[in-house]
Nanobody, 123 residues
Framework: QVQLVESGGGLVQAGGSLRLSCAASGSIFSISINAMGWYRQAPGKQRELVAAITSGGRTNYADSVKGRFTISRDNAKNTVDLQMNSLKPEDTAVYYC???????????????WGRGTQVTVSS
């Protein structure tokens, strides 16, 4: 099994910054990690993609966070970070780490999710 552990959430005032980190552990040797990313879900809303990064370093951002958030990953450590600057109250949500991977043994694709970390931005 692969586990994802997030850290770095919290309460911050509007305009402030937070950095989220996610580390993959467990049976990492059994998978080939493709993309890593962050999703968020605000109360009463659907989970949405915030940012993603491929193993080659290509990034994709939601329009609402472009220019404010930066995603990065360390392939050797199986970690992905999300630097969030100029935070707004509408960024308030539970943020989930996501890993898209392929089983080395079966070649089946699998999605892994962290438990989530709360980010609250006060106005």
């Amino acid at each position: 099994q692969v586990q994802l552990v997030e850290s770095g959430g919290g309460l911050v005032q509007a305009g402030g910054s937070l950095r989220l980190s996610c580390a993959a552990s467990g049976s990492i040797f059994s998978i080939s990690i493709n993309a890593m990313g962050w999703y968020r879900q605000a109360p009463g809303k659907q989970r949405e993609l915030v940012a993603a990064i491929t193993s080659g370093g290509r990034t994709n951002y939601a329009d609402s966070v472009k220019g404010r958030f930066t995603i990065s990953r360390d392939n050797a450590k199986n970690t992905v970070d999300l630097q969030m600057n100029s935070l707004k109250p509408e960024d308030t949500a539970v943020y989930y780490c996501n890993v898209d991977a392929t089983s080395i043994a079966t070649l089946r694709k699998t999605n892994y999710w962290g438990r989530g970390t709360q980010v609250t931005v006060s106005s």
